[in-house]
């Protein structure tokens, strides 16, 4: 089973490292566990002890980045409210971006349809989320990055730790400089942001010319694939609109859970979805707050498969109000 992807982080809100707070020299290799590290590296994998001591000799800390996963930054840093997705990625002028998206590479997007699969609008919308259809990749050091979240303490060090081993193992397979890649504050990267292990199981070549994270229609193929691999039903919506009757009643209901409701069940309790529903059973998600307003869907199980790239509700709903875009 797939962890959450990117580890509930957005790059539209954050893109460039941090200029009041950069990335500071620091000796890694006098910290036992890098020791350790590099111990196991060698003994697993075979990399040298001269290069492996090299990379971490260039290791800085980071931070900006290191704030983010010890509650010592602001708010909704890492995925942001659906005000936020508002502003940045859900708006005309993001919408008018997909429909240019969706049109300059209409014949990838069809290619990754016919051999996937998989709608092509909402690939569009992953890319649009993830990287401002490729315009926004990030500038955070992934060494750095990854080098501060594996051997400094915070909630998520371990997960971040494999993610460094995979860093190593991807820039090894694709022959690049380690020290020069760049990414999202926590070591994603490309135009679908992907972690390492994400990009040595899902990083595509659908162009013909070496896959990279970095390419357009590789990042199509990338998706696409990811898409697949995890069920989805081409010709399906993720999800419909619902609306509540005055008197709906969603007590002990699963809200923004992965855990299904049968749609007689939400008809009982007074939520009804607004177009034909596919599924006898649905995902309840609700989006916006108390103060501006609630939206609310019904998920089917195309749903399930965005939220496996990112377990947000408001990223989910946000790619699937992109693809809307592209019909």
Request: net charge positive; charged share 25%.
């Amino acid at each position: 089973m797939f962890r959450t992807f990117f580890v509930s982080f957005l790059l539209f809100v954050s893109l460039a490292a941090n200029d009041d707070r950069p990335p500071v020299a620091y000796d890694y290799l006098a910290k036992p566990d890098v020791k350790r590290f590099i111990e196991r590296m060698h003994r697993k994998h075979g990399f040298s002890y001269a290069y492996l001591k090299e990379v971490f000799s260039q290791a800085k800390l980071d931070r900006d980045t290191l704030a983010r996963y010890t509650g010592r930054f602001k708010p909704n840093s890492t995925v942001g409210t659906w005000q936020r997705f508002k502003a940045h990625i859900v708006n005309e002028e993001s919408f008018a971006q997909a429909r240019r998206f969706y049109k300059k590479h209409r014949r990838i997007l069809r290619k990754a349809e016919r051999i996937f699969r998989v709608d092509a609008s909402y690939i569009v919308g992953f890319i649009g989320v993830e990287s401002r259809y490729g315009t926004f990749t990030g500038d955070y050091r992934i060494l750095d990055a990854l080098a501060t979240l594996a051997f400094h303490p915070n909630r998520k060090q371990n997960f971040f730790k494999k993610e460094l081993e995979h860093l190593f193992l991807f820039a090894a397979e694709k022959d690049y400089d380690i020290t020069q890649l760049r990414g999202s504050f926590a070591g994603a990267m490309g135009c679908v942001q992907q972690l390492p292990s994400v990009a040595r199981r899902f990083n595509h070549d659908f162009d013909g010319d070496g896959a990279s994270v970095w390419d357009i229609d590789d990042c199509i193929g990338s998706i696409a694939k990811f898409m697949h691999t995890h069920g989805w039903k081409k010709g399906m919506p993720a999800m419909v609109p619902a609306r509540l009757s005055p008197d709906a009643n969603l007590h002990a209901l699963p809200i923004n859970r992965n855990r299904t409701v049968s749609i007689k069940r939400l008809r009982k309790r007074g939520i009804v979805p607004e177009a034909p529903f596919p599924q006898s059973r649905a995902y309840l998600m609700r989006v916006g707050d108390a103060r501006s307003g609630y939206r609310y869907f019904l998920g089917t199980s195309n749903a399930r498969v965005l939220k496996r790239y990112n377990n947000a509700t408001v990223y989910a709903v946000a790619i699937h109000l992109i693809a809307q875009q592209c019909k």
